[in-house]
């Protein structure tokens, strides 16, 4: 029987309002661990769901016990591993207002504040418009000049990949979902059907059965839109009742569609 939720993703999924996993968790009477962070890439939400989920295991509570979701977010997102030994823009970077742009795999789960640490990861796309300009200057000198779309792509599909591989090597039930249809985001690139070679492979190799999705390849936000549902004051992010309509009304019938009930 499912005691613990461990969830991943960004702004969608974030601690800084009530969003999808904690609607869940009160539904459900599953201990919540929350390491969505806004901003984040599909880096990020492998990396902290795997590492929250094996602290677990450490602790010696049983993969059947444990259910992982995830809220995939844009490959466009890539986040970068800083540290205060080798980056000489590391206190810049680290300067700046709320959230925290750098995150921690140790921090406290569903903790809103981050601690001044020497190391961690910075979080964002190149194109995000953060506060501290230094972040902005660091993403887009970095990013544009050195990664394509397609390297974006391949690395998120290996996360994709490496969450999958990893629960599946636990005896942990997953659950994939998405923010909002990243299979054509950004720019409609499409990344499903159209795919390069050095794409098609891991792909291939994806388990849908772990996947709910709204109609097609949608997400939150597309789903949000479609039932006229209300959202935030930026247009964009589900308001707080569009997230626990979302759980109500099409989450957990999706669980339920997925063997796995409360």
Request: hydrophobic share 35%; glycine share 6%; charged share 20%.
């Amino acid at each position: 029987m499912i005691k613990h939720l461990v969830t991943s993703g960004c702004s969608f999924t974030d601690n800084f309002s009530k969003r999808w996993p904690h609607f869940l968790s009160e539904i459900s009477g599953w201990s919540l661990y929350n390491r969505g962070h806004g901003s984040a890439g599909n880096s990020w939400i492998s990396k902290s769901i795997i590492y929250q989920t094996q602290t677990l295991l450490n602790l010696g509570i049983h993969p059947s016990e444990i259910l992982v979701m995830a809220m995939w977010s844009g490959i466009d997102r890539k986040d970068l591993f800083i540290t205060s030994r080798e980056d000489v823009m590391f206190n810049k970077l680290l300067n700046s207002g709320h959230p925290n742009p750098i995150n921690f795999l140790d921090d406290i789960p569903n903790n809103t504040s981050s601690k001044n640490k020497i190391d961690g990861y910075l979080l964002g796309a190149a194109a995000c418009n953060f506060d501290n300009t230094n972040i902005n200057v660091f993403k887009r000198e970095l990013i544009l000049n050195y990664f394509s779309e397609e390297a974006l792509a391949i690395e998120s599909y290996e996360n994709f990949l490496r969450l999958q591989w990893f629960c599946d090597s636990k005896g942990i039930r997953l659950i994939n979902q998405t923010f909002k249809d990243i299979m054509h985001y950004p720019d409609y690139k499409i990344l499903t059907s159209n795919y390069s070679r050095n794409i098609k492979h891991l792909y291939e190799m994806i388990d849908f059965d772990k996947w709910l999705f709204w109609k097609d390849y949608n997400g939150l936000y597309e789903y949000t839109r479609d039932i006229s549902m209300m959202f935030g004051s930026d247009g964009f992010h589900p308001s707080v009742e569009g997230h626990q309509y979302y759980v109500k009304n099409y989450l957990i019938t999706g669980l339920e569609q997925k063997n796995i009930y409360f």
